[in-house]
């Protein structure tokens, strides 16, 4: 059973106070907080990001002191007063005083407490995402083994682009040259680390095939769900060898981007045109259309001859990249969003110890 959460005014009795001041007027300051608490709850980091999370979830900012109108603090003991005399409801000085800050406030402060509410990673966390960003790279790898013809392509024309500081799309326009020795080693031993995960994948569809017909509770379903985990460990390990950089990874994209834009011609004009005859009456015209039909379908199939790629297997491959490659950026960002939060929960524990909260903060982030 599921232990009930302990909040951080249980735990830190010191802290309800602070709470209160916060939820009267919407915000507290740093000096208050490390003053009230005692140093060891404020000089460990885990418990002040408790701390800090919790303060988040009640919407009570934390703040400088140097943040805060002087009439919001000096002010306001005497606006309650008042208010007691008058017999009154409380004037809400306080939550005037949270809008002028959300006012004043610059950017980088805005920014530092919406990074605020985003929770650090745990062991699991970043396992979890680790894994979410290697079955994203073999979503490539997988997809381009199994067009070996478009890959040689892709691998000669990064070598050319590599040598010859020519962009892409400006290669793909030129004829083929030879390259030198070293480059056609390193695009064969591309080729064999591709044919290997083609391989590996293959393997493991077979064997999911074979899983499915398994019982869950039995020791063959084991075997074959240990192979496959073996498998998948195998690609990661090749992805990981055929050493693409970020460099290379761009050049994919845009290679992959010009073959479709190439081939996106004709198949855009025959789709438009087989669709107009579907209702044009007129015998020239309809003469016209199926003539040009003709011609692009011939223009289409150049480009299948020259590519080695079917138009419908392209269509596939793309599909597959982009998903892959948008499951990796996905991971990726939220890895360095969680990594900008620990670098805001390490820089508040540094907060009234003679440092300055966003200095830290920004040499810290400029380092991640």
Do not use: W
Not at 13 to 26: F, H, N, S
Not at 85 to 107: F, H, I, M, V, Y
Not at 134 to 149: C, M, N
Request: proline share 3%; aromatic share 6%.
């Amino acid at each position: 059973m599921e232990q009930p959460r302990v909040l951080a005014e249980e735990k830190y009795p010191e802290l309800v106070k602070l709470i209160q001041t916060g939820k009267d007027r919407g915000f507290i300051m740093y000096e208050e907080l490390f003053e009230q608490l005692p140093e060891e709850v404020t000089g460990i980091a885990e418990k002040l990001d408790d701390i800090y999370i919790r303060l988040g979830e009640l919407e009570i900012d934390v703040v400088e002191a140097d943040s805060v109108e002087p009439e919001a603090k000096d002010g306001e003991k005497a606006a309650g007063e008042k208010d007691k005399k008058d017999g009154g409801p409380p004037r809400p000085q306080a939550r005037s005083a949270t809008e002028q800050l959300e006012k004043t406030n610059d950017p980088v402060r805005m920014y530092l407490r919406e990074m605020g509410t985003v929770k650090l990673l745990d062991r699991e966390g970043e396992v979890e995402i680790a894994q979410r960003i290697e079955a994203g790279e073999a979503k490539v790898f997988i997809a381009l083994s199994k067009e070996p013809e478009l890959l040689e392509l892709f691998l000669r024309t990064n070598e050319r682009a590599r040598r010859e500081r020519r962009g892409v799309r400006e290669l793909l326009q030129g004829h083929l040259t030879e390259l030198d020795e070293k480059a056609e080693d390193r695009v064969r031993e591309s080729l064999g680390i591709f044919r290997t995960i083609n391989g590996l994948d293959d393997e493991s569809k077979e064997l999911k095939q074979r899983l499915r017909r398994c019982k869950k509770s039995g020791k063959r379903h084991k075997e074959l769900s240990d192979k496959i985990a073996a498998n998948t460990a195998d690609i990661a390990l090749l992805v990981r060898r055929a050493d693409f950089t970020t460099t290379t990874r761009n050049r994919l994209l845009t290679f992959l981007g010009e073959v479709e834009r190439q081939f996106s011609i004709p198949v855009q004009t025959i789709n438009r045109d087989r669709k107009k005859l579907q209702h044009e009456r007129n015998v020239e015209r309809r003469q016209f259309y199926q003539a040009r039909i003709g011609r692009y379908e011939d223009e289409l199939e150049k480009l299948e001859e020259r590519f080695e790629t079917p138009y419908d297997d392209l269509k596939i491959l793309l599909a597959e990249v982009r998903r892959g490659e948008g499951n990796t950026d996905q991971a990726k960002q939220e890895l360095i969003v969680a990594n900008l939060r620990l670098v805001v929960s390490i820089a508040k524990k540094y907060t009234n110890r003679g440092l300055q909260f966003l200095e830290t903060s920004s040499r810290r982030a400029t380092s991640v």
